[in-house]
T-cell receptor, first 113, second 113 residues
Framework: DTEVTQTPKHLVMGMTNKKSLKCEQH?????MYWYKQKAKKPPELMFV???????INESVPSRFSPECPNSSLLNLHLHALQPEDSALYLC????????????FGEGSRLTVL | AQSVTQLGSHVSVSEGALVLLRCNYS??????LFWYVQYPNQGLQLLLK??????LVKGINGFEAEFKKSETSFHLTKPSAHMSDAAEYFC???????????FGTGTRLTIIP
């Protein structure tokens, strides 16, 4: 099983809503990542978890809150987002922190109204 | 700090023609270099990677890339383009393979029937 599964695929939310994006992998990978990708741009790293602990926060606004409940799951909690936060949010995993190939999910496309 | 430059944000080739996507890197140490492909509405998939072994790297779907230290380049090629190759291609670099990936700005490949 070499898949990273992300849900939901599409999400529309208002600026006052609270929602969550979910990511799951069953490859035994110990590092998981959240990237943000705007249209026609490369992915931008947001957060990295290694062995279920937050290793990197790329100065992301606090309205984005990551969570790693266990080694297979990664969540991104969203609250009070702005329209400019509309983007494709990609989850990825790798064998270890920046070691080995990054496996990406198909992404969750978020629209903030 | 490492960086990559992808020359040409948009490349069009005829079906059956040679595909050449350019990537130049800047790194203070011997880099690890990657090519990722992103099909519409999907996540990123690793095409190939250079990790200081053979300078000519073969990847999936008939793609290959050659690491040229003298030119600081890692161009992606495919002898004969297929319609299914239409996608966005990202070059990425990592110092020593254990640092975060830095992506290029991407090249959109269009295949002309």
């Amino acid at each position: 099983d070499t898949e990273v599964t992300q849900t939901p695929k599409h999400l529309v939310m208002g600026m006052t809503n609270k929602k969550s994006l979910k990511c799951e992998q069953h490859m035994g990978h110990r590092a998981m990542y959240w990237y943000k990708q705007k249209a026609k741009k490369p992915p931008e790293l947001m957060f990295v978890y290694s062995y279920e602990k937050l290793s990197i926060n790329e100065s992301v606004p606090s309205r984005f809150s990551p969570e790693c409940p266990n080694s297979s799951l990664l969540n991104l909690h969203l609250h009070a987002l702005q329209p400019e936060d509309s983007a494709l949010y990609l989850c990825a995993s790798s064998q270890d922190l920046f070691v080995g190939e990054l496996f990406f999910g198909e992404g969750s496309r978020l629209t903030v109204l | 700090a490492q960086s990559v430059t992808q020359l040409g944000s948009h490349v069009s080739v005829s079906e059956g023609a040679l595909v050449l996507l350019r990537c130049n890197y800047s790194s203070s140490v011997p880099p690890y270099l990657f090519w990722y492909v992103q099909y519409p509405n999907q996540g990123l998939q690793l095409l190939l990677k250079y990790t200081s072994a053979a300078t000519l790297v073969k990847g999936i779907n008939g793609f290959e890339a050659e690491f040229k230290k003298s030119e600081t380049s890692f161009h992606l090629t495919k002898p004969s383009a297929h319609m299914s190759d239409a996608a966005e291609y990202f070059c990425a670099v990592s110092d020593r393979g254990n640092e975060k990936l830095t992506f290029g700005t991407g090249t959109r490949l269009t295949i002309i029937p």
